[in-house]
């Protein structure tokens, strides 16, 4: 998988050389370096089990993880010379039942020249941005009986029906909880990781 990955990134850089060489442009990539990558956390076939308040679990599976080239700041696809792409990178993890009670939860990661900013997504549901990486907002924080540490505590200012509340959130686990506004599918659930 991390091989397709790889020979995938390094096919579609190659395209976008090739198409900015015939505008005399210069183009650069912002690359993932120095472990920036493992923001998105899950990897081909990671696991995730969440439980809610009566003991109901939930297994998600990591389905895919994409890297893409995307125009940088003040650029458009429809630009004729791009100089600068940024590299979005993400993870998503899909619950496993059929069909699905819970909607997908997904860390995106984009690679700017001098910065990287990372979302958590719960799909169709929500995105909440980590507003500075070197900040948690917990140095420790027990989650369903463990302690995790440097915690992101992220809670959202949209109160839509079934959406996404808050999530903690660490870059050595992952989604530590995820909390819904009450609504029809998700019902107010509070889910938490299993250690």
């Known amino acids: 998988m991390k091989q397709i990955f ?6 579609l850089f ?9 505008n005399d442009c210069s183009v650069s990539v912002a690359q993932f370096e120095n472990g920036d990558s493992n ?3 899950y990897n081909s ?3 995730l089990h969440l439980v809610d308040e009566k003991n109901t679990v939930f297994r998600f599976v990591n389905t895919r993880i994409t890297s ?14 791009i100089e600068q792409y940024d590299t979005r990178r993400a993870s998503v993890m899909q619950e496993t039942t059929n069909p699905k009670r819970l909607p997908g939860l997904s860390v995106v990661a984009l690679k700017k020249p001098s910065v990287i900013q990372v979302s958590l997504v719960v799909v169709n549901r929500g995105e909440l941005p980590i507003p500075d990486l070197n900040t948690p907002q917990h ?4 989650v369903n009986g463990f302690t995790y540490q440097n915690v992101f505590d992220l809670v959202s200012n949209d109160s ?36």
Request: net charge neutral; aromatic share 12%; with cysteine.
């Open 139 to 142: 140095a420790s924080l027990q």
């Open 160 to 195: 839509i029906p079934d959406g996404v509340r808050r999530i903690l959130f660490n870059r050595e686990y992952g989604f530590l909880q995820v909390e819904y506004f009450r609504g029809v599918t998700t019902h107010g659930r509070v889910l938490k990781r299993v250690p």
């Open 39 to 41: 923001w998105t956390v």
């Open 68 to 81: 893409d080239p995307v125009p940088g700041e003040g650029f458009s696809p429809t630009d004729a010379c």
């Open 45 to 47: 076939g990671d696991t």
């Open 14 to 22: 190659a395209i976008l050389l090739f198409f900015s060489s015939c």
């Open 6 to 11: 790889t020979t995938t990134t390094l096919v």
